[in-house]
T-cell receptor
């Protein structure tokens, strides 16, 4: 079993829909990243969380440390949000990032 | 502020050769980490350097090595290339421990 699990693996949506991507992990962590990867490979860090909730534009990320769970929400989704979203965690006392397998999101106009 | 620069962007090698990839971090960032991305295994951590010292290493064979220079630029080397080493190799820099990551565009290696 992977230490970081994401769901769903694939997600399609119509423009304007509210999107939720989930990440569950099995190790104690110091921080969690949400990353976005567009076709072609470049990765952008969206959020780094160690507790609570963060918001940036239409993106919201939450984390529940006790339940070892994080969610990424996209409000009013747009075709340009189409990408792979990857959850990654820093286990305690290490900078070895462990990655989830990613969620492929396609938003259609 | 310039981003993380990786060179070369694309390269083709044959089995048994060796390859060196370069990563220039954002100015002022002292930590550089390397990752391998393949369709089968996804993203995997290779190693992390801070102030010229390797602090962490992932579960890769000794054919994979790296180093960091005094200007924080980093190189990784893969010797005796195998077909399975074909991948996108990404590096990221950060200002401090467990900080926000800034990724380069990657070096796409094809081993024939």
């Amino acid at each position: 079993k992977n230490e970081v699990e994401q769901s769903p693996q694939n997600l399609t949506a119509q423009e304007g829909e509210f999107i939720t991507i989930n990440c569950s992990y099995s190790v104690g962590i110091s921080a969690l990243h949400w990353l976005q990867q567009h076709p072609g490979g470049g990765i952008v860090s969206l959020f780094m969380l160690s507790s609570g909730k963060k918001k940036h534009g239409r993106l919201i990320a939450t984390i529940n440390i006790q339940e070892k769970h994080s969610s990424l929400h996209i409000t009013a989704s747009h075709p340009r949000d189409s990408a792979v979203y990857i959850c990654a965690v820093y286990p305690y006392n290490t900078d070895k990032l462990i990655f989830g397998t990613g969620t492929r999101l396609q938003v259609f106009p | 502020k310039a981003g993380v620069t990786q060179t070369p962007r694309y390269l083709i090698k044959t089995r048994g050769q060796q390859v060196t990839l370069s990563c220039s971090p954002i100015s002022g960032h002292r930590s550089v980490s390397w990752y391998q991305q393949t369709p089968g295994q996804g993203l995997q951590f290779l190693f992390e350097y801070f102030s010229e010292t390797q602090r962490n290493k992932g579960n890769f064979p000794g054919r994979f090595s790296g180093r960091q220079f005094s200007n924080s630029r980093s190189e990784m080397n893969v010797s005796t290339l195998e077909l399975g080493d074909s991948a996108l190799y990404l590096c990221a820099s950060t200002a401090g421990e467990a900080g926000e990551l800034f990724f380069g565009e990657g070096s796409r290696l094809t081993v024939l």
